[in-house]
């Protein structure tokens, strides 16, 4: 375990930019943080700090020439934008088909079936805005003794009631009917019991609004971590998005500002396992009511919050920074979009790194679940490039190693200092021949040697090199060593070289070798 607790915090709808496929959701050009960045008042400086505008294809503001943290973004591969089956996939579950919604109305079979069992009518049954609904047929409600259905344009069953009418129990029990039936080929997101008081026309909700989840279809992470003996703390609506289950400690939110100050206090709790954490009012707050300077303002609230979080943090706690979906406040449309999100990692002694472009929000979970030595379910995780460990040390490493070399023919040396998850460190020189083509480089013999010795998987390389026993910038591993390396140490695998500028450069494997060949077009 590298982290004994991973702080997890989706600002929901905080997209990055526009997906390959945005067009398909009519979401063309969309992009969240250029939207709000264009508004003037963003002033996120932690965020910058710690990669935000590294990361590739955001060109609102300019990178830090050093960022401090790990950072990259990530496609969703699930059909859908919604909150749900962003949370879903961020745990590891992919939704290949995205949430049912219900635009002429719910199938009356379903309506019969409830008042089957209920005893209860309805009227409406069709999208309506919540206030309008009841104007227009609070009194039919009040004349027939039916409920109020409706939808809208989201996944959801919702059930009016007027609270003289009927019992707040009569309400729940009608809503836990209907979650309990629109399940299989109707899954919809959430059944909504939306009790009501007063008189025409002065209608108001009562705070008894109460949300039944989809279960979600396939086994996440918190079930795996849980199932594991880990803690799983959600904090905000994340225990409601996954229906409680797998969680094993709930702490609600009534705003970002409530959410902050609980997952501040958590941090002091000594725990082992995943905190996951929801900020809502990015998204619901100002992402549907197309408010960008709203949107800017929540971010630098965060952002100012963020250094009191990280001071709180030991050496062995890992922050993700995240998001679900975008929802950009400057498209004529107020519903969310279909965006990368942003990845942004953090701990005290990690080893700043670009992630790259990520295929799904699930290598978050498959992150989280190697970390803690659970069954990991969809992703690739990139625990590997999250270094902790001193790349100058693998370096010095890699220099002792270059006194081994043996190149009397190009007076070349070069070392290679390669640290395997066991914990050892295997060192390679480069042992020429006089026929040339047995020459074998630095980064092979420390890799055949580590091989050979049983190490099972690699953590990082060190490579330095110069003529005469000389340390100069620029030796990276050459193609062949790349290949290797690439296979068997994967994508995400630092790799540790010395710059032209002297500088220490840490790269993963798939910055030097894109694309690579990986042996999965040989069916392995
Ligand atoms: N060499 C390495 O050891 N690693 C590399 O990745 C690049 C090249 C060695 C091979 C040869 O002995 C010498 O450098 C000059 O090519």
Redo the contacts with the bound molecule.
Sequence with gaps: MKFKRVFLIVLDSFGVGELPDSADFGDEGSDTLGAVYSSGKLNVPNMKELGLFNIKGVRADRPVKAPIGAYGRSGELSRGKDTTVGHWEIAGAISEKPLPTYPNGFPTEILDRLEKETGFGWICNKPYSGTQLLLDYGREQKETGKLIVYTSGDSVFQVAAHMEQFTLKQLYDYCEKARNILVGDHPVGRVIARPYVGEYPNYTRTADRHDYSLECPKTTMLDVLKNGGYETLSVGKISDIFAGRGVTRSVKTSSNTDGMAKSLSLADDDFTGLCFINLVDFDSKYGHRNDPIGYAEALNEFDAWLPSFKEKLNDDDLLIITADHGCDPLTPSTDHSREYVPILCYANNIVPIDLGTRTTYSDIAATVCENFGVDTLEGNSFLKALMITSPDELLDTAKEAQKA?F?P??N???G?ALLCDDGKTYKG????SAAYSP???????ALTKAVSEGAKDLTAIA?V?GPNGEVVGG????G??RQFLYELGGKDMPVITIDSDNNTVVRRMEELLPDGFSGKQLGK
């Design positions: 070399s190149a023919y190009s070349y040396n070069v290679a020189a480069n042992i020429e020459t074998t480089c630095a980064e092979r013999t490579v090199g030796c990276t591993p050459c062949v060593c």
